[in-house]
């Protein structure tokens, strides 16, 4: 099977690689604790056979499968859990993975170099080991992400890692043409019976949607992600169509204010700049419906998601009217910083600017990359901007952005406060009752419906086209480009059969 | 000869230097940091994480010891560690080196081929239609945008008439070197058809040439051996900038069809921040581009012995 990869590797290693792009080559030749469930939209678990809590859910212990192998031989034992978790929190490298791993008792003092070994980690025998957690946990919204994967020490100690991953999923490592395409074989020892199906898997890398579009059409590539243009495109296309693959992914794209700075202070400029655009036109013509318009921050596959809330109405008499009880009755000008992305850049702002311009908003644009645009955000060095937030699985964690307590460099970018909204979270985080939370979690969410911490624009709708001989594709909500690889087959009618 | 090429081979190492030292400044300045680009999307940057990346790559030093280090580790031919995939930046490059060669060659060897042919033929019946239409290929081929034309051949050879792989390394071979050597060599076949038409029509009407003629030589021994040699002077200048530009200009076809080069190797550097791999990639164009320059002013002096360089 060939599946177009849309960027270059960031690294072949998984716990260096946060950029969710790079799991889709990860969960070929690695796996964690546990797994994204897309039929059920919660973890499960995936490397150990079961996690009994204890401790009012401090403390889990795993009981780790005694069938997984590495793609090297050697059966994995509970030490290469223990030795992987202490790799993420190593004082000397950054390894992206370790925010899931931090709330482990003692991680930050290996991380601060004031301890060697991770205390909160225990090995009770080969295939059992036990986690304390500074905190109630469910750990499975932590160590299913691939930043976690279990990994061989020995490997990882070779200097041919960076080139040779090894690993324990259902494809091994055969091949890497840096800037052209990765390789992997069918793992015979993998630990799920009769699993994989597929022989081989090659992500050609394609960068070029164009490109894609003509290698999907002329059968040359078995999958391909589709753009908002390609996604009409292939609406139209009677052929095409029978085979498309939509899912809500987690995520949100927002114009996130900066509350620190005048006038985004006030709830009702914010909610007057929600009033000013029309959010569903825009969705409609140039997101080409490959979105929802977002009501609030959760969106629609994540728990705590409310399906009967509306959106801001599209009301500029209304966004006056606002702008003028906040003393604004002439309106402002701010600066509004954005990259050059299709789907939640330039081409957005500059369809929003002539709306608010009707309220009397006036917007300077200042354009720079994606690179850029995270480091200003994380300084604060900006008034307004437009970007794409990861916003599930975990509602509370997603919440949680808005929180007091949450300093900016997490991810509180608007430095929202609001005492109300903090005890909202913090009862969800502590109560034992599921049902409890999720009233509690949907509370907070419509609670930032009304402050309107961010102009709401839309949770986006992922779309897969595939070959019709390819079978056992997952509308995966984290990512639509993380397939379950085992689980994927293709029939007599392939022309690589 | 050999003191002449010694003298040219020299002035590239200042040139060189130079080169280095701006890239350095440049990288230094520029907002945006290969730490912070590691999460394109998701829950905020861990700073934990994104201090320590910065501590472990050194960029946290002050500018003067970064650029200490990097003279180090220049003068000793040592390009650094990527940031991005850890492995050092001239075994990156070296693994990128023969697809881009090889592209660039394929590219100016279809440029050559077509465009020398079409332009002394075009010069040969100056004004007909067979010229006209020539020059009129010639203008397309350079006003065309390459990920355009690539588009367009990708539609037409691949997708079409199912003649090559739309995209892809393969095992290097032709099959898959056919498209991105046409989508690159259509700008200097252009470019040389020009070139070759205006010098050789030049060319044909210069005194010898007309010398010759009144001698009683025909006409075929008076263009081979007096036209194309001299115009080739001229050519020669044109396939050699052309040539060491190549591999810069790369970039667009690279990443369109998916060719694993150094072009497409420094784009995706830059956006990543890796700032390691985007000056070993400019060296080493710029690298490549001056020898080939020094290679096209030797064979000025193998071609016409009395051009003289001070």
């Known amino acids: 099977m060939t599946a177009p990869y849309a960027s270059a590797f960031g690294n072949l290693d998984p716990h260096m690689s946060g950029r969710s792009q790079d799991g889709q080559v990860h969960m070929t030749l690695h796996r964690s604790l546990y797994i994204w469930d897309s039929a059920k939209g919660e973890p499960r678990l995936e490397l150990a056979t079961a996690a009994k809590s204890s401790a009012g859910g401090t403390v889990w212990t795993f009981t780790l499968r005694q069938d997984a192998f590495f793609h090297n031989g050697r059966k994995m034992v509970a030490d290469d859990v223990v030795w992987s978790f202490n790799r993420l929190m190593s004082p000397n490298q950054g390894f992206v993975g370790a925010r899931w791993v931090r709330l482990i008792k003692g991680a930050v003092d290996v991380e601060k170099g004031d301890a060697k070994e991770i205390s909160g980690i225990k090995q009770i025998d080969d295939h059992t080991v036990e986690i304390t957690f500074t905190q109630k946990v469910e750990p499975g919204f932590l160590f299913y992400n691939m930043t976690t994967s279990i990994l061989p020490k020995e490997e990882v100690a070779k200097p041919t890692w960076a080139t040779n991953p090894v690993g324990l999923g259902p494809f091994k490592f055969k091949e890497h043409i840096p800037g052209s395409r990765l390789v992997a074989e069918r793992f015979d020892k993998f630990y799920k019976p009769g699993l994989p199906y597929l022989d081989r898997v090659e992500f050609p890398i394609m960068a070029e949607a164009s490109a894609r579009d003509i290698a999907f059409r002329n059968k040359e590539v078995d999958t391909s992600i589709l753009g908002p243009v390609q996604y009409v495109a292939y609406g139209k296309d009677p052929e095409l169509k029978k085979h498309i693959l939509e899912v809500a992914e987690v995520f949100t794209r927002a114009m996130t204010m900066n509350h620190e700075v005048k006038p985004f202070d006030d709830v009702r400029v914010r909610q007057a700049i929600n009033h000013a655009i029309n959010t569903k036109l825009i969705v409609e013509r140039l997101a080409r419906n490959k979105a929802y318009v977002a009501t609030s921050w959760l969106p629609i596959s994540v728990p705590g998601y409310d399906k009967d809330m509306k959106p801001y109405s599209y009301d500029p008499a209304l966004s006056k009217k606002l702008l003028a009880e906040a003393g604004l009755p002439n309106g402002f000008e701010f600066e509004w910083t954005t990259s050059q992305n299709e789907s939640w850049g330039l081409p957005i702002v500059e369809a929003v600017i002539p709306m608010l311009a009707q309220v009397g908003i006036k917007v300077k644009t200042k354009v720079v990359e994606v690179a850029v645009l995270t480091d200003l955000a994380l300084k604060g060095e900006f008034q307004a901007y437009i970007g794409s937030s990861q916003t599930g699985p975990d509602p509370l964690q997603t919440l949680r952005c808005f929180h007091s307590a949450t300093p900016r460099t997490s991810c509180n970018v608007t430095g929202y406060k609001n005492a109300a909204y903090d005890k909202l979270l913090d009862e969800a985080g502590t109560t034992d009752d599921p049902a409890r939370k999720l009233g509690l979690l949907k509370q907070a969410n419509a609670h930032l419906y009304t402050a309107a911490p961010v102009w709401f624009f839309n949770y986006n709708k992922a779309v897969m086209a595939y070959q019709p001989w390819v079978h056992g594709l997952i509308g995966n909500p984290t990512e639509l480009v993380h397939q379950y690889p085992e689980f994927i087959w293709v029939d007599a009618s392939s022309p690589a059969k | ?310």
């Open chain 2, 1 to 310: 000869m050999f003191g002449f090429v010694l003298r040219r081979v020299l002035q590239m190492v200042p040139m060189l230097i130079a080169i280095a030292l701006l890239i350095f400044v440049l990288f230094s300045l520029i907002p945006g940091s290969f730490a912070t680009g590691q999460q394109d999307e998701g829950l905020g940057l861990d700073m934990a994480v994104v201090a320590r990346m910065r501590a472990e790559l050194g960029l946290d030093d002050p500018l003067y010891v970064r650029f200490g280090r990097y003279v180090q580790q220049l003068a000793t031919l040592d390009l650094g560690i990527s940031f991005r995939s850890k492995q050092p930046v001239i075994e990156m490059i070296s693994a990128r080196l023969w697809p881009s060669l090889s592209l660039t060659a394929a590219a100016m060897g279809f440029a050559i081929s077509v465009g020398l042919p079409l332009g002394f033929v075009a010069a040969l019946r100056p004004g007909s239609v067979a010229d006209l239409s020539l020059m009129v290929i010639a203008v397309s081929g350079l006003s065309l945008p390459v990920f355009w034309l690539g588009i367009l051949l990708m539609y037409l050879f691949a997708l079409t008439l199912g003649w090559f792989p739309s995209f892809g390394y393969g095992d290097g071979g032709l099959w898959h070197l056919a498209l991105p050597a046409m989508a690159l060599g259509v700008s200097p076949m252009a470019l040389l058809a020009r070139t070759t038409r205006a010098a050789v029509l030049d060319i044909m009407n210069a005194d010898f040439v007309r010398t010759a003629r009144s001698k009683g030589m025909n006409e075929f021994r008076v263009v081979v051996w007096h036209v194309l040699r001299n115009a080739l002077v001229l050519v020669l200048t044109t396939i050699g900038l052309q040539f060491g530009s190549l591999l810069g200009q790369g970039v667009v076809v690279e990443k369109l069809f998916a060719w694993p080069g150094v072009g497409s190797l420094l784009v995706d550097s830059v956006f990543q921040r890796d700032i390691p791999a985007v000056q070993g990639c400019i060296l080493m164009i710029t690298l490549f581009f001056l020898v080939i320059n020094t290679s096209v002013d030797i064979a000025y002096k193998l071609i016409d012995p009395r051009i003289r360089y001070t």
